[in-house]
């Protein structure tokens, strides 16, 4: 392993092979958009910021396919030459026998084992590799909807003996090995997080005391918590209004959404949430705070604080002006 090839790196369809599949390996982009009103959901990445500064550091486009594995990752063999990047929480990664860094690209020769451990901190790892995963595109993303069965390869979380395709590229592979993220561009990763919230859509279905809980709060997160929804448990419940309760005309879910079905408890909706919902929803988590919620362990907390669509806005643009810096790290 190396961060530059002596030569240039000829195409082949060597791809990469699973050795073990590790805990939950799938192949993710940004979602599949424009398919809820069909009952069909977004899926994609649950760290959408990590699977872009990831797609940065090899030069591809933001929006590729990458690897997400989730708490303890796999041993994989690359099958060609290729550059690989890894973002997200640290799974300590391995490249022949060489330990290397997190948020840095690396050139790996053909061969080359690349093995992950038990996520130190964070829950979800990505690798991104040159030219993307390739897999077919399924309604427009490659992304794996693993409850419908579909996108991703073939439908599913990989398993032992797979073999992935990496994607055509173009050039000296050796020009994208050994990028690197500033330190101020690095998320931290704990097992405590305050989450900024939009309040809504149904916030008048909670009564005053229990609105004013919700901020209160520091809510715990269940082990029954996945791609789908991450399930809090708070000491006291949340209370519905009398007169209206939990229950509402199903209407579509956003990312982020947090419901609060009768027992009191709230989940936040994530990646693989359903389209439409029939709870009511008391807030919902901005764009740019989602990735916390998927990194944090089962047992991490979390506080809330509210914010207004504006704020919520301008900080979305903050960061889309770090991954337009971040993309100018050179060619494609």
Same mark, same amino acid.
């Given at each position: 392993?190396?961060?530059?090839? =002596?030569?240039?790196?000829?195409?082949?369809?060597?791809?990469?092979?699973?050795?073990?599949?590790?805990?939950?390996?799938?192949?993710?982009?940004?979602? !599949?958009?424009?398919?809820?009103?069909?009952?069909?959901?977004?899926?994609?990445?649950?760290?959408?910021?990590?699977?872009?500064?990831? #797609?940065?550091?090899?030069? #591809?486009?933001?929006?590729?396919?990458?690897?997400?594995?989730?708490?303890?990752?796999?041993?994989?063999?690359?099958?060609?030459?290729?550059?690989?990047?890894?973002?997200?929480? #640290?799974?300590?990664?391995?490249?022949?026998?060489?330990?290397?860094?997190?948020?840095?690209?690396?050139?790996?020769?053909?061969?080359?084992?690349?093995?992950?451990?038990?996520?130190? #901190?964070?829950?979800?790892?990505?690798?991104?590799?040159?030219?993307?995963?390739?897999?077919?595109?399924?309604?427009?993303?490659?992304?794996?909807?693993?409850?419908?069965?579909?996108?991703?390869?073939?439908? !599913?979380?990989?398993?032992?003996?797979?073999?992935?395709?990496?994607?055509?590229?173009?050039?000296?592979?050796?020009?994208?090995?050994?990028?690197?993220?500033?330190?101020?561009?690095?998320?931290?990763?704990?097992?405590?997080?305050?989450?900024?919230?939009?309040?809504?859509?149904?916030?008048?279905?909670?009564?005053?005391?229990?609105?004013?809980?919700?901020?209160?709060?520091?809510?715990?997160?269940?082990?029954?918590?996945?791609?789908?929804?991450?399930?809090?448990?708070?000491?006291?419940?949340?209370?519905?209004?009398?007169?209206?309760?939990?229950?509402?005309?199903?209407?579509?879910?956003?990312?982020?959404?947090?419901?609060?079905?009768?027992?009191?408890?709230?989940?936040?909706?994530?990646?693989?949430?359903?389209? =439409?919902?029939?709870?009511?929803?008391?807030?919902?988590?901005?764009?740019?705070?989602?990735?916390?919620?998927?990194?944090?362990?089962?047992?991490?907390?979390? =506080?809330?604080?509210?914010?207004?669509?504006? =704020?919520?806005?301008?900080?979305?643009?903050?960061?889309?002006?770090?991954?337009?810096?971040?993309?100018?790290?050179?060619?494609?």
């Amino acid at each position: 392993m190396t961060n530059h090839p =002596t030569t240039k790196s000829k195409e082949n369809n060597g791809g990469i092979s699973v050795i073990k599949p590790g805990l939950l390996t799938t192949v993710q982009d940004l979602g !599949r958009e424009g398919y809820q009103q069909f009952g069909l959901g977004t899926s994609g990445v649950m760290d959408s910021y990590a699977l872009q500064v990831a #797609n940065v550091l090899v030069g #591809n486009w933001r929006d590729e396919a990458a690897l997400e594995m989730t708490v303890s990752g796999p041993v994989l063999r690359a099958e060609e030459d290729m550059v690989v990047a890894f973002t997200g929480g #640290n799974m300590k990664p391995v490249i022949a026998g060489e330990p290397v860094s997190m948020w840095k690209s690396y050139y790996v020769q053909a061969g080359d084992e690349i093995r992950f451990g038990h996520a130190g #901190n964070g829950v979800r790892t990505y690798m991104s590799v040159r030219g993307g995963i390739d897999v077919p595109v399924v309604m427009g993303s490659k992304s794996t909807a693993v409850r419908a069965g579909i996108g991703g390869f073939e439908g !599913r979380e990989l398993r032992k003996d797979d073999r992935l395709k990496v994607g055509k590229r173009t050039g000296d592979l050796g020009v994208h090995g050994g990028r690197q993220v500033k330190s101020e561009h690095i998320p931290e990763y704990s097992k405590s997080a305050r989450v900024r919230v939009i309040m809504g859509p149904q916030q008048e279905a909670f009564a005053d005391e229990s609105l004013e809980r919700f901020f209160r709060e520091e809510y715990r997160v269940s082990p029954q918590s996945d791609r789908m929804g991450c399930r809090l448990e708070g000491e006291v419940p949340l209370s519905h209004r009398e007169e209206t309760g939990a229950d509402i005309y199903s209407d579509a879910i956003a990312p982020g959404s947090i419901q609060v079905p009768g027992d009191g408890q709230p989940i936040i909706l994530l990646a693989d949430r359903q389209t =439409t919902g029939g709870y009511a929803k008391i807030a919902t988590v901005i764009s740019v705070d989602l990735w916390k919620v998927a990194q944090l362990p089962p047992g991490g907390t979390i =506080t809330f604080e509210t914010v207004d669509v504006g =704020t919520a806005q301008k900080l979305w643009q903050e960061q889309e002006d770090i991954l337009i810096q971040l993309s100018s790290y050179g060619p494609r």
